[in-house]
């Protein structure tokens, strides 16, 4: 909202090309009333007036209800946020993965869409001002080996300046 704000401060006069996720915008229908709209998509925006965006050019996606996921999601998720149960099975994160697994429909299509859209849009934003390097291969080493110690103190020294991405995994 911040730099929505600071954008209409900074004169601007269009939204074309924008694409707004998950803001509370009701407050704004006399600014948005005035703005060129054509072309903006809202994603999971509350509006007071999403007919007359629409009438106007732009593309108004409402939150889709009955999914554990946000498509208008600005941030990416915390742990808290994945694993707020005690038991697993009744997570966040195993609630998604199982809505996942399920045969997709146009709805789910485009809720997957949107939502990967959102959390791409968020990792860029994180990753943005950091300096990442990434980290493949080596899931054979057996633990305890000199390759796997090598690869532990070579993750420990890049942390020390970068992000350190990983699969994180066994891989296959």
Not at 36 to 41: E, K, Q, R, S, T
Not at 44 to 51: A, E, Y
Not at 126 to 150: D, I, P, Q, T
Request: aromatic share 6%.
């Amino acid at each position: 909202m911040a730099d929505f704000d600071r954008r209409l401060v900074a004169g601007a006069t269009t939204l074309r090309g924008w694409h707004l996720h998950g803001l509370d915008l009701r407050a704004h229908d006399a600014v948005l009333g005035r703005l060129d709209v054509f072309g903006a998509v809202f994603v999971g925006c509350d509006l007071g007036d999403p007919t007359g965006l629409e009438a106007r050019g732009a593309v108004v996606l409402p939150r889709f209800t009955g999914v554990p996921v946000e498509t208008g999601r600005t941030g990416l998720y915390t742990a808290r946020e994945l694993y707020d149960t005690p038991r697993y099975t009744d997570s966040l994160d195993a609630r998604v993965y199982a809505w996942s697994q399920r045969p997709e429909d146009r709805e789910t299509s485009l809720t997957r869409a949107l939502h990967d859209h959102a959390v791409d849009d968020a990792l860029a934003a994180w990753v943005h001002e950091r300096r990442l390097v990434g980290v493949m291969g080596g899931h054979a080493l057996v633990r305890g080996s000199e390759g796997y110690a090598a690869a532990a103190r070579l993750g420990r020294a890049l942390g020390s300046t970068h992000v350190v991405a990983t699969g994180g995994g066994p891989g296959r």
